[in-house]
């Protein structure tokens, strides 16, 4: 079992700069890919970032590339969302997820709880 606790979330303005982190416990965790998604009220969870966690390969969606960064920790216990230049329409709940390499939410077998991200304009 894999245990992921997100933080860092919260309220910034337009333009502003957030960074979430993700830690991760439990056994096995090692073997697992790290990713983040999103979802905003009415929508459909949607994938925002991933990391390898062995080759430390990265993937983003359109929307977020350019303005978010996914790296992890030496330990690999650790994986961080660094978020500049938010947007409105960057306000969801954001989720992190541990599983193979994907954009894919089915591709991710643990979740975590979910950090809450609003942007004001």
């Known amino acids: 079992q894999v245990q992921l606790v997100e933080s860092g979330g919260g309220l910034v303005q337009a333009g502003g700069s957030l960074r979430l982190s993700c830690a991760a416990s439990?056994?096995?965790?090692?073997?697992?890919?790290m990713g983040w998604f999103r979802q905003a009220p009415g929508k459909e969870r949607e994938f925002v970032a991933a990391?390898?966690?062995?080759?430390?390969?990265?993937r983003y969606a359109d929307s977020v590339k350019g303005r978010f960064t996914i790296s992890r920790d030496n330990a690999k216990t650790t994986v961080y969302l660094q978020m500049i230049s938010l947007k409105p329409e960057d306000t969801a709940v954001y989720y992190c997820?541990?599983?193979?390499?994907?954009?894919?939410?089915?591709?991710?077998?643990?979740w975590g709880q979910g950090t809450q991200v609003t942007v004001s304009s």
């Open positions: 439990g056994r096995s965790f090692s073997s697992n890919s």
């Open positions: 990391i390898s966690w062995s080759s430390g390969s990265t």
């Open positions: 997820a541990a599983g193979r390499y994907s954009t894919f939410s089915w591709a991710y077998d643990y």
